[in-house]
């Protein structure tokens, strides 16, 4: 089956400092998405990438899609008390019937 | 207006006992998904349920079993329960292949198994 690692499993950043979560798959992915969960809340989903070398941004979020896409990273610049959660990357499974997620990453940002 | 709404919020139940979630969708999605989340946050796919085809998580022990009466509704109902089966139950929608439409999950569903 589909192995994907995320890492680091915690983080605990100073308020002002950067973020980054990484995800890496064994396997080649046609994509990958980036969801955010706060404590006590639900996934959101947060953005999708699909082409080799892919760079995204939203505002202070940074999503790149590896050359290989094997691998994917979420880059948060200059962290906020706001970005506190647990970020989750989930790859397509089973024919892309199904959306596997990664470990996630807890974030804590300390003010 | 919520999209994808799940009841109940929180359930407490005893060991051996059956009991049943409800989730409703009205974003128009035709699949629909139920997904386990542990204490380690761990997120779990159960099932997922496309036009009348129900895909199973060969982990998923056969005391739990979808049900859906419509394209709008994925109920979840669990025999049995036992004390490993607390975690949070999530519901989530989407439109078509997954790899083309991100999930929308429900609020989710604590479970906790006395």
């Known amino acids: 089956g589909q192995q994907v690692m995320q890492i680091p499993q915690y983080q605990h950043v100073q308020e002002g400092e950067d973020f980054t979560t990484y995800c890496n798959s064994s396997?080649?992915?046609?994509?990958i998405q980036w969801y955010k969960q706060r404590p006590g809340g639900h996934p959101v989903f947060l953005i999708q990438?699909?082409?080799?070398?892919e760079v995204k941004k939203q505002k202070r979020l940074t999503f790149q899609f590896g050359e290989a896409k094997k691998n994917s990273s979420l880059h948060i610049t200059a962290t906020q008390t706001t970005d506190v959660g647990t970020y989750f990357c989930?790859?397509?499974?089973?024919?892309?019937?199904?959306?596997?997620f990664g470990s996630g990453t807890q974030l804590t940002v300390l003010p | 207006d919520t999209a994808v709404s799940q009841t109940p919020k929180y359930l407490v139940t005893q060991m051996g006992n059956d009991k049943s979630i409800k989730c409703e969708q009205n974003?128009?999605?035709?699949?629909m998904y139920w997904y386990k989340q542990d204490s380690k946050k761990f997120l779990k796919i159960m099932f997922s349920?496309?036009?009348?085809?129900?895909?199973i998580n060969e982990t998923v022990p056969n005391r739990f079993s979808p049900k859906s009466p419509d394209k709008a509704h994925l109920n979840l109902h669990i025999n049995s329960l036992e004390l490993g089966d607390s975690a949070v139950y999530f519901c989530?929608?989407?439109?078509?292949?997954?790899?083309?439409?991100?999930?929308?999950f429900g609020n989710g569903t604590r479970l906790t198994v006395t």
């Open positions: 989530a929608s989407s439109q078509g292949m997954v790899f083309r439409s991100p999930l929308h």
């Open positions: 396997t080649t992915l046609s994509n």
């Open positions: 990438l699909v082409k080799s070398g």
């Open positions: 989930a790859l397509p499974s089973g024919s892309a019937r199904q959306l596997t």
């Open positions: 974003l128009g999605h035709d699949t």
């Open positions: 349920y496309n036009n009348k085809e129900l895909i």
